[in-house]
C-alpha cells in the first residue's frame, strides 16, 4: 500500500511536471545578437579609450548656440512625433502582454425566446409549451484563458518590447540629427554674417577707388574708362550685400522650423553679430566597438531584427493548437422576479482547443513571408554597421584635411595682413599711392572671405564626426 502510494505521488508530479514544461515551451528561434566583424583600428585616426561626451555644443563656448540646442528638445515637432510614436510602442507592447493572462467580462443579458417545435403526428401539449414565448436574464462574470503552451504570445510580447526599444532609439537618432542640424545652420548664419561684413568693408573700398580714379579722371592724368571699370565692379561686389542677406534670412528660417518656432523668433536671437563657432579642443577617439554601440540607428536595426526573429516564433506557433479555457459565474433565471434568489446561482467551467490542420498552405506562406522579413532585417542590420563604419571614416577624414586647410588659411591671411600693413607704411612714407594700399586691402578681405568660409567649414566637419559618432565625443 505504502509502495503504491509513493507511486501515485510520483505519477501525480510527474504530470504537474510535464504540464510545467509543456507550458514553459516557446516555438521558433530563440533571438541572439549576431556577431559582426568590428574593425580594431580607425584608418584615420589612432586610438584611445576614453568616455562618451553628449554635451559636445558646450566646447564651442558659444552661449547661443548652447540655448539653441538646449531649446531644440522643447519644440522640434519630429521629436515630438517620435515621443508620440514611443507611447504608442509602449502601449502595444503593453497590449501583448497582456494576452499572456487570463481576461474577463462583466456581463449582463436579458433575452425573450419562442421556439417552434414541430412534433409526428399533429400537435400536443408538449409541443404548446415549447411555442410559448420565454425570458432568459443572465448576469456574471465571464473568464477566458488562452494557454500559451507553444509561446505564441510570448514570442509577440517578445517582439513588441523589442519594438519599443526600437521606437525609443529612433528618437535618439532624430535628437542627434536634429541637434546637428541645428549647430550646422547656426554656423552657417555666423559665416554668412562675417562675409557680410567683408562685403560691406569690400564695398566701402571700392567707393574710395572710383573716388580717387575719378580724381586722377579729372585732373587728366587717367583714363575715363578705369572709372566705368570700377564702377562695374563695384556694382558686382553690391550684389554681394543682397546674396548674403537672403542667405541669412534662408538659414534663420530654417533654424525656426528646426526649434519648432514660428519664423521671426532665430533673427531675434542671432541679430547680434558673433564670431563663428569654432574650438581648437583635441577629441580622442573611442574604439570602433564602443563607437557602434553608441550609434542610435545601429541599435534600431538590431532591435528590428530582434522583433523580426520573434515573430517567426509567433509565425510557427500557428500550426500549434490553441487551447482555452473558460468559465462563468453568476444568475441565470427565466423570471425577473427570482433573478435575484439564490437558486438563481449558476456556474460553468470548459476548455475549448482549436487547431487549423486545414489551413496549413496559408500558415506555411506566412511562415515564409517572416522568414524573409527576418532576413532582410538581418541585411539591414548588416548594412547599417557597414554604413556607420564608412560614415565614421568618412567625417573624420573630411575634417582632418579641412583642418589643415584651415590652418594654411590662416597663415596666409596673416601673410597678407604683414603686406597691407607694409602698403600702409609705404603710402604715409609716400613711396605709394593710396590707390596701392586699397587694392592690398581688397586682396587682404578676398583672404579673409576665404578664412571665414574655412573656418566655418572647420567646425562644421566638426559636428559631423559628433553625428557620425553616435552624440559625441571626448574632449581632453
Avoid at 34 to 50: G, R, Y
Avoid at 73 to 80: A, D, I, S, V, W
Avoid at 169 to 195: K, N, V
Avoid at 249 to 264: I, T
Wanted: hydrophobic share 40%; charged share 20%; with cysteine.
Amino acid at each position: 500500500m505504502k509502495i503504491n502510494h509513493y507511486l501515485r505521488q510520483s505519477l501525480v508530479l510527474s504530470v504537474i511536471l510535464s504540464s510545467l514544461l509543456e507550458l514553459g515551451c516557446m516555438v521558433g528561434p530563440d533571438y541572439k545578437k549576431p556577431e559582426m566583424p568590428v574593425p580594431q583600428h580607425w584608418q584615420s585616426s589612432a586610438l584611445t579609450e576614453t568616455s562618451h561626451e553628449k554635451l559636445w555644443w558646450q566646447h564651442f563656448n558659444d552661449p547661443i548656440l548652447n540655448h539653441l540646442l538646449e531649446k531644440a528638445g522643447q519644440g522640434n515637432l519630429e521629436l515630438k512625433t517620435a515621443e508620440a510614436r514611443i507611447l504608442e510602442a509602449r502601449a502595444l507592447q503593453a497590449s501583448a502582454t497582456a494576452a499572456l493572462f487570463p481576461s474577463g467580462d462583466l456581463m449582463f443579458a436579458a433575452n425573450r425566446q419562442g421556439n417552434l417545435i414541430g412534433f409526428p403526428g399533429g400537435s400536443s401539449n408538449i409541443a404548446q409549451q415549447f411555442k410559448q414565448p420565454f425570458n432568459i436574464f443572465k448576469s456574471g462574470f465571464d473568464v477566458s484563458w488562452e494557454l500559451d503552451l507553444f509561446g505564441g504570445h510570448r514570442r509577440s510580447a517578445e517582439a513588441a518590447k523589442a519594438e519599443f526599444e526600437a521606437a525609443n532609439l529612433t528618437r535618439d537618432d532624430i535628437l542627434i540629427t536634429t541637434l546637428a542640424e541645428i549647430a550646422r545652420t547656426y554656423i552657417e548664419i555666423r559665416q554668412y554674417q562675417h562675409q557680410y561684413s567683408i562685403a560691406q568693408q569690400i564695398v566701402d573700398a571700392d567707393k574710395k577707388i572710383i573716388e580717387l580714379t575719378q580724381q586722377r579722371v579729372d585732373i587728366g592724368s587717367n583714363a575715363g574708362i578705369d572709372v566705368i571699370r570700377f564702377k562695374a565692379q563695384l556694382e558686382h561686389d553690391d550684389s554681394q550685400l543682397a546674396y548674403f542677406t537672403n542667405l541669412v534670412s534662408q538659414a534663420e528660417f530654417r533654424l525656426d522650423v528646426l526649434l519648432g518656432e514660428k519664423p521671426g523668433l532665430s533673427h531675434i536671437l542671432v541679430m547680434v553679430k558673433a564670431e563663428i563657432p569654432y574650438t581648437d579642443k583635441v577629441f580622442v577617439l573611442e574604439a570602433p566597438a564602443v563607437v557602434i554601440t553608441h550609434r542610435p540607428d545601429v541599435r534600431h536595426a538590431e532591435r528590428l531584427l530582434a522583433a523580426a526573429t520573434s515573430q517567426q516564433g509567433v509565425a510557427m506557433a500557428k500550426f500549434y493548437p490553441d487551447i482555452s479555457l473558460t468559465g462563468f459565474i453568476g444568475l441565470f433565471n427565466t423570471n425577473a422576479a427570482n433573478f435575484l434568489n439564490v437558486s438563481s446561482k449558476s456556474w460553468s467551467m470548459g476548455g475549448n482547443v482549436l487547431w487549423p490542420i486545414l489551413s496549413y498552405g496559408g500558415l506555411s506562406a506566412n511562415l515564409h513571408a517572416a522568414d524573409a522579413r527576418q532576413q532582410a532585417a538581418m541585411s539591414q542590420y548588416q548594412q547599417s554597421m557597414l554604413s556607420a563604419f564608412s560614415d565614421v571614416e568618412r567625417s573624420l577624414t573630411a575634417y582632418s584635411e579641412q583642418e589643415k586647410a584651415w590652418q594654411s588659411l590662416v597663415k596666409s591671411t596673416e601673410a597678407t595682413k604683414h603686406v597691407d600693413q607694409i602698403a600702409h607704411e609705404r603710402y604715409e612714407a609716400g613711396q605709394s599711392s593710396l590707390l596701392d594700399v586699397l587694392d592690398t586691402q581688397r586682396g587682404l578681405y578676398n583672404t579673409e572671405n576665404q578664412l571665414a568660409i574655412a573656418k566655418a567649414q572647420t567646425s562644421i566637419n566638426l559636428i559631423s564626426v559628433y553625428k557620425s559618432l553616435g552624440g559625441g565625443w571626448s574632449i581632453k
